[in-house]
């Protein structure tokens, strides 16, 4: 009964596990392909989120800026108390006082103000707004480009490591075969238990590998769960790794047409507006005004009555000295765009090398995955070489099992290469302009 209960026990946790599993499977696919989980990252990404609530601010931006040139109609009204007023005895027989209202004025008014002239800021401040719009929605393409560079490298390393955990469970299998056949073999008299210590040692050496071989995996299926927006959860890559991601051979997009440039210009023309409009300030501006006013006592102050009225004005305005205020402005902006014409001179060295080194490392990578190839079969060849004088009698245990590790540490190896020659591949595309 208490082996029995004891077996239970021990039973529960797998039990747990399982139901877990199950759970999770209903909740989700058990393997996603590359088009889906691009898909998923660009939808969830939060990142591009922000890349699109700030192209929604720059078109409000731009929106402001067009409103500038329109006329702005405003309702204002004031009361004024003074305690004097303006009064006049007139020589008469009784000489007789006018008073000048009794210091109490209350004026409303409905007024229109219309922008004639401001130095050339309005139009400047418009180009720099539509440009700033432009910048913004350039940068969601690039932002876009670089998440879909990291899903891909992404995938590919947790398919690499997944192929890598399933050479070292193949290779914990081949152990654990020949452990069970070394043991039946001391039963019988042909092994000693050296050979079955030695035996032993070697799986659980191997089996600590695949534990961190699946740690890994697991790691990098959360990693790829995060960036298409299952924080938490494992997503698993659906694709057959010795498939190449260039399919064809993708034309090198040019430079002016790379999205990272193009904001990079768009700024430039915002800045570039910018100063102009900074420099519209050291020129006078000329408002039209007109209004509709309705008040007491109006323009009639003897007789202190309410009354309505219009008026018309035009207003000139012209800054003569203020401290060098709107020159360090100017000065300030035409520095922000010398910064931006260095970095976008940098921005542009590091695309080309970029897309040098990235056909360096495609080529160096394939390169390692075809000796990675040569290498595993060289690998299996002198497995069965050394088994088949093991069983002769002319190999030492020790020699069988290096063999075995050899292998599977080949396999794993193969596994790698060729998830990093599929990073490579997408690094080569993204340098490409794709």
């Known amino acids: 009964m208490k082996k029995t ?13 399982f139901l877990a599993g ?21 939808l969830a990404s939060p990142g591009l989120a922000a890349d699109r ?23 204002s009204g004031d009361y004024r108390h003074v305690t004097e007023t303006m009064k006049m005895t007139l020589p008469l027989m009784p000489p007789r006082t006018l008073e000048f209202g009794n210091g109490n004025t209350t ?29 913004e929605r350039f940068t969601v393409q690039a932002d876009s480009l670089d998440l879909g560079l990291q899903v891909r490298r992404t995938f590919f390393s947790a398919l690499g490591a997944e192929a890598a955990m399933q050479a070292a469970r193949r290779g914990e299998e081949r152990l654990q075969r020949h452990l069970q056949d070394t043991e039946r073999n001391q039963q019988a008299g042909m092994a000693s238990e050296e050979a079955v210590v030695l035996s032993r040692v070697r799986l659980v050496r191997q089996q600590q590998a695949t534990i961190l071989a699946a740690a890994e995996a697991t790691r990098l299926r959360l990693a790829l769960g995060r960036l298409v927006g299952r924080a938490g959860q494992e997503i698993s890559p659906a694709a057959p790794l010795q498939e190449s991601v260039i399919t064809d051979d993708p034309a090198t997009v040019p430079w002016d047409n790379r999205p990272t440039l193009q904001a990079l210009d768009s700024r430039l023309d915002a800045g570039a507006s910018d100063v102009r409009a900074a420099a519209g300030s050291l020129r006078p501006s000329v408002d039209l ?17 309410w009354m309505d009225y219009g008026s018309v004005a035009v207003g000139v305005r012209w800054t003569l000295f203020d401290f060098g205020r709107r020159d360090g402005r100017l000065g300030s902006l035409r520095a922000g765009n010398r910064a931006l014409e260095h970095r976008r001179e940098d921005t542009l060295r590091g695309l080309r090398t970029r897309l040098q080194t990235a056909r360096v490392q495609r080529e160096a990578a394939g390169r390692t995955v075809e000796q990675s190839v040569q290498r595993v079969e060289l690998q299996q060849k002198y497995l069965e070489l ?15 099992l290096d063999a075995q590790d050899d292998l599977t540490l080949a396999e794993m190896d193969l596994a790698v290469a060729r998830a990093n020659l599929r990073g490579a591949e997408a690094e080569l595309l993204a340098a490409l302009g794709h």
């Not at 103000?113 to 440009?131: E, F, H, M, N, S």
């Not at 050394?386 to 069988?400: D, I």
């Open 53 to 75: 609530a700030q192209v929604e601010a720059a078109a409000a931006g731009l929106t402001a800026a067009r409103a500038e040139r329109y006329p702005v109609l405003n309702l």
């Open 107 to 135: 004026d409303l008014m409905l007024g229109l103000q219309v922008p004639l002239y401001q130095g050339g800021a309005l139009p400047a401040r418009r180009q720099a707004a539509r440009a700033r719009l432009q910048a």
């Open 386 to 400: 050394v088994s088949s004088r093991l069983r002769e009698g002319f190999a030492t245990q020790r020699e069988y």
């Open 289 to 305: 005004q007109g209004g509709w006013h309705y008040g007491k006592p109006g323009i009639d102050t003897i007789a202190n009555d």
């Open 22 to 42: 199950l759970a999770g499977a209903q909740e989700e696919p058990a393997a996603w392909d590359l088009d889906r989980c691009l898909a998923e990252a660009r």
């Open 5 to 17: 209960s004891y077996f239970l026990l021990r039973l529960l946790p797998v039990a747990a596990l």
